[in-house]
T-cell receptor, first 111, second 115 residues
Framework: TQLLEQSPQFLSIQEGENLTVYCNSSSVFSSLQWYRQEPGEGPVLLVTVVTGGEVKKLKRLTFQFGDARKDSSLHITAAQPGDTGLYLC???????????FGKGTRLHILP | NAGVMQNPRHLVRRRGQEARLRCSPVKGHSHVYWYRQLPEEGLKFMVYLQKENIIDESGMPKERFSAEFPKEGPSILRIQQVVRGDSAAYFC?????????????FGSGTQLSVL
C-alpha cells in the first residue's frame, strides 16, 4: 500500500487556468513537503508545511496542510508553461531516517 | 557552492556487466540517500548512509546491489550483473541532518540503460 496517494496522476490544462492537486494519507504526519521535478533533473523542494491548517504561498502556488495533518493540497493560480513538471509530496518515515514520496502528479501546461 | 553531483549522467551497460554510480553530496552534508525512479513513477527509497555506515537499506534489493559512503570520496551505488529491469533513473540526495523538517538536496540523477 502507498503511504501517500496523489491525485490526479496526470493533468493537462491551458495556460491561465487554475488547478489543484492533492496528497492524501490515512496517517498523521508532523510535517509534509512538496517537491517539483523537471524532466532530466532531480526534485527541488518547494515548501515544508508543519502546522495543521497551515497555508503557505509561493508566488502563484498555494500550499495547505490539512487540519488533521493527514493530507495536503497545492493550488496553482493562472498556470504558466513553466509550471510544467512532476509534483511530488513527501514525508519523513516513522523512523525519521528517510523521506518517502508519493507517486506524483504530472502536470502539463499548454501554451 | 556546489550542489549534489552525480556521475555519470547516462550509463549504458549490457546484461551481466557491473554499474557503478557515483554521488558527491553537498559540502558539509554527511547524510546520503539513494532513490530509484522508473518512468511515470515517483521516487522509491533504496538506502540511507551516514559517513562509512549504512543506516537503512530496507529499499535495496538483497542481491546484486550494494552502497557505500567512505570517509573520503563520493558515495557509490554498485549494481552487479545488471539485468534489463535495473534500467531506471537513480537519484542521490544529501542532507545536513535528519531533523523532521530537513530538506533534501538532489542531484540530477544517473540514467542507467541495460541492453
Amino acid at each position: 500500500t502507498q503511504l501517500l496517494e496523489q491525485s490526479p496522476q496526470f493533468l493537462s490544462i491551458q495556460e491561465g487556468e487554475n488547478l489543484t492537486v492533492y496528497c492524501n494519507s490515512s496517517s498523521v504526519f508532523s510535517s509534509l513537503q512538496w517537491y517539483r521535478q523537471e524532466p532530466g533533473e532531480g526534485p527541488v523542494l518547494l515548501v515544508t508545511v508543519v502546522t495543521g491548517g497551515e497555508v503557505k504561498k509561493l508566488k502563484r502556488l498555494t500550499f495547505q496542510f490539512g487540519d488533521a495533518r493527514k493530507d495536503s493540497s497545492l493550488h496553482i493560480t493562472a498556470a504558466q508553461p513553466g509550471d510544467t513538471g512532476l509534483y511530488l509530496c513527501a514525508v519523513w518515515g516513522n523512523r525519521d531516517d528517510k523521506i518517502i514520496f508519493g507517486k506524483g502528479t504530472r502536470l502539463h501546461i499548454l501554451p | 557552492n556546489a550542489g549534489v553531483m552525480q556521475n555519470p549522467r547516462h550509463l549504458v551497460r549490457r546484461r551481466g556487466q557491473e554499474a557503478r554510480l557515483r554521488c558527491s553530496p553537498v559540502k558539509g552534508h554527511s547524510h546520503v540517500y539513494w532513490y530509484r525512479q522508473l518512468p511515470e513513477e515517483g521516487l522509491k527509497f533504496m538506502v540511507y548512509l551516514q559517513k562509512e555506515n549504512i543506516i537503512d537499506e530496507s529499499g535495496m534489493p538483497k542481491e546484486r546491489f550494494s552502497a557505500e559512503f567512505p570517509k573520503e570520496g563520493p558515495s557509490i551505488l554498485r549494481i552487479q550483473q545488471v539485468v534489463r529491469g535495473d534500467s531506471a533513473a537513480y537519484f542521490c540526495a544529501s542532507s545536513f541532518s535528519i531533523a523532521t523538517n530537513e530538506k533534501l538536496f538532489f542531484g540530477s540523477g544517473t540514467q542507467l540503460s541495460v541492453l
